[in-house]
């Protein structure tokens, strides 16, 4: 029969090698599969005690008897070192979530704050030049060497109404992006706001000397608010006869699609690099076509863009032939 220390030591080096194994396999475990690593863990040490504890009842010529219960206790003390690994496991994969989360919100808060902060250094400096225009023009009256007063007063109102729309789209840019933006959906016919769409739109174009023209429309009963799906159909209006050079001519359509009624403007720009396509939306972004030079800041498309997303539907441009096209997607449910 082995002495004590002779026991000792055989049951403490089975207990290292068992255990120095077993961490090597969790490790290359964890390599493929973190959760599952994480529920065999426990079950290493249960297994080196185990393991030690049979070879130290071995070595003491335990009879078969002795040996058969001890193997039992450590067979019973598996599950319970499979039920720790599982609850330490959904334990790791909610931490590693709620930290993966956490990570996702704090860079889209970043993401979020970096645009207000560039949204505001483009307001500032779009908003100088009618302000600048309006402070000469105003000085000029006062002073009495306006050439033509009547045409200072044309420009103003002109420089007012540019500051207005910057200030609504603003405003409005500002309440998508904040989730502040309360839908009015109701059943409303969509060919009543191209109608009024093309109405409110009609005196820019005869100034501009664009044609604007709307399809045939049927009735296209569809759900939706219908002063912000206005708003995101006059600001595709307005950007399409700003663009439109004089003689060309914008076109208005309206159709059902399967499940979806689409609202289409049609402009005669000249199309828009494909590489700018992927970017019209972002906030006061503007690429070598950009689509609101010297008429705003560059945020009626994201103003589109937010609007669409708010009623669950999209919006898609494409070049066409004559310039692109805008369609706005509704889903009607």
């Given at each position: 029969?082995?002495?004590?220390?002779?026991?000792?030591?055989?049951?403490?080096?089975?207990?290292?090698?068992?255990?120095?194994?077993?961490?090597?396999?969790?490790?290359?475990?964890?390599?493929?599969?973190?959760?599952?690593?994480?529920?065999?863990?426990?079950?290493?040490?249960?297994?080196?005690v185990g393991v030690a504890l049979l070879v130290s009842s071995w070595s003491m010529f335990l009879s078969t008897h002795d040996l058969a219960i001890v193997a039992w206790i450590i067979a019973a003390a598996v599950p319970v070192a499979l039920a720790f690994g599982f609850i330490a496991a959904r334990r790791l994969d909610q931490a590693t979530r709620a930290a993966a989360t956490a990570k996702a919100d704090l860079a889209a808060s970043q993401e979020l704050e970096q645009q207000r902060r560039e949204m505001v250094a483009w307001i500032s400096h779009d908003l100088r030049t009618p302000l600048a225009g309006l402070r000469a023009m105003t000085e000029a009256l006062e002073d009495?060497?306006?050439?033509d007063p009547d045409r200072?007063?044309?420009?103003?109102?002109?420089?007012?109404?540019?500051?207005?729309?910057?200030?609504d789209d603003l405003l409005a840019l500002s309440r998508l992006q904040s989730g502040e933006?309360?839908?009015?959906?109701e059943r409303i016919d969509a060919r009543d706001v191209v109608s009024d769409t093309l109405a409110a739109a009609d005196p820019l174009a005869v100034a501009r000397g664009v044609r604007l023209r709307g399809e045939s429309l049927p009735s296209l009963p569809v759900i939706a608010d219908e002063?912000?799906?206005s708003r995101a159909l006059s600001n595709l209006v307005v950007n399409a006869v700003r663009h439109t050079p004089a003689g060309g001519e914008v076109v208005l359509d309206a159709r059902r699609h399967e499940a979806s009624v689409i609202l289409s403007v049609e402009d005669g720009c000249g199309g828009i690099p494909e590489?700018?396509?992927?970017?019209?939306?972002e906030p006061g972004w503007r690429g070598e076509a950009a689509r609101t030079p010297g008429d705003g800041a560059g945020l009626g498309l994201a103003v589109v863009?937010?609007?669409?997303?708010?009623?669950?539907?999209?919006?898609?441009?494409?070049?066409?032939?004559?310039?692109?096209?805008?369609?706005?997607?509704?889903?009607?449910p």
């Open positions: 029969m082995r002495s004590e220390i002779e026991v000792v030591l055989i049951a403490a080096g089975t207990a290292a090698v068992t255990g120095l194994v077993g961490l090597q396999a969790v490790s290359i475990l964890g390599r493929r599969s973190p959760k599952t690593a994480a529920i065999v863990a426990p079950v290493v040490p249960v297994a080196a009495g060497v306006a050439p200072y007063h044309r420009q103003m109102h002109h420089e007012v109404d540019r500051l207005a729309g910057m200030v933006l309360r839908l009015a959906l002063r912000e799906l590489a700018d396509l992927a970017r019209m939306f863009h937010g609007v669409m997303a708010a009623h669950g539907g999209r919006v898609a441009v494409s070049n066409t032939d004559r310039g692109c096209r805008f369609d706005l997607v509704l889903v009607d």
